[in-house]
C-alpha cells in the first residue's frame, strides 16, 4: 500500500525490501519481476510506472511493467535513451526533469523524472528496473540505494 508521504524513506523502503525478497524466494523468472514491479509500483507513490527490461542482443525488451498505460517503448536499443545508455554504462541514471535530458525517450505526458537501475548477474547487465515519475527531482539516494538493492535481488530470478 502507498504510504502517505510521496518520497520514500529508509523505514519503508526497509519493509518493501521485505516484499521483495518474498517475491524473488517464492518464484523465479518473470513471475516473480512481475511481482517486483507491481509490489514497487504500488508500495512508493513517487513511482508512477514500474518496468523490468531484459537484454537480449543489443536490445532492451520490456519483460514486465505496472502502471496506469502500457508503453510504446518496448524494445530500446542498448545505448539509446536514459534506459539504453544506463544498461551500456552498467550504472544507475537519475533524471530530475525529463524535459531537461535529450537522451529521454517520452513514454507518457505526465512523466517529469526517471531512475533507471541495472540488473547485473555474473559480471553482466542482464537487464534494469525503470521507474517514471510524475514528480519533478522524485529520486533521492534514498531510491538509488533501495533499487540497487532490489537489483541485486532481482538478478537472482533472472
Known amino acids: 500500500m502507498k504510504a502517505n508521504s510521496t518520497r520514500l524513506g529508509r523505514e519503508q523502503a526497509k519493509e518493501v525490501l521485505v516484499g521483495v525478497?518474498?517475491?524473488?524466494g517464492s518464484s523465479r523468472g518473470r513471475p516473480a519481476r512481475e511481482a517486483i514491479v507491481k509490489l514497487l509500483n504500488s508500495s512508493?507513490?513517487?513511482y508512477s510506472w514500474v518496468g523490468i527490461y531484459a537484454v537480449e542482443g543489443k536490445d532492451l525488451v520490456?519483460?514486465?511493467?505496472?502502471?496506469?498505460?502500457?508503453?510504446?517503448h518496448t524494445r530500446i536499443p542498448i545505448g539509446k535513451g536514459v534506459c539504453g545508455f544506463a544498461a551500456k554504462a552498467g550504472k544507475t541514471?537519475?533524471?530530475?526533469?525529463?524535459?531537461?535530458?535529450?537522451?529521454?525517450?517520452q513514454c507518457?505526458?505526465?512523466?517529469?523524472?526517471?531512475?533507471?537501475?541495472?540488473?547485473?548477474?555474473?559480471?553482466?547487465?542482464?537487464?534494469e528496473i525503470d521507474i517514471d515519475s510524475d514528480q519533478l527531482d522524485a529520486f533521492s539516494s534514498v531510491d538509488k540505494e533501495f533499487l540497487e538493492a532490489v537489483a541485486r535481488k532481482a538478478s537472482a530470478v533472472w
Open 44 to 46: 512508493v507513490p513517487a
Open 21 to 24: 525478497d518474498s517475491a524473488v
Open 108 to 127: 507518457f505526458l505526465s512523466t517529469k523524472a526517471e531512475i533507471v537501475v541495472p540488473i547485473s548477474n555474473q559480471g553482466r547487465v542482464v537487464g
Open 62 to 72: 520490456l519483460d514486465a511493467w505496472s502502471g496506469p498505460a502500457a508503453t510504446e
Open 93 to 105: 541514471e537519475i533524471v530530475s526533469d525529463v524535459a531537461k535530458d535529450p537522451r529521454y525517450l
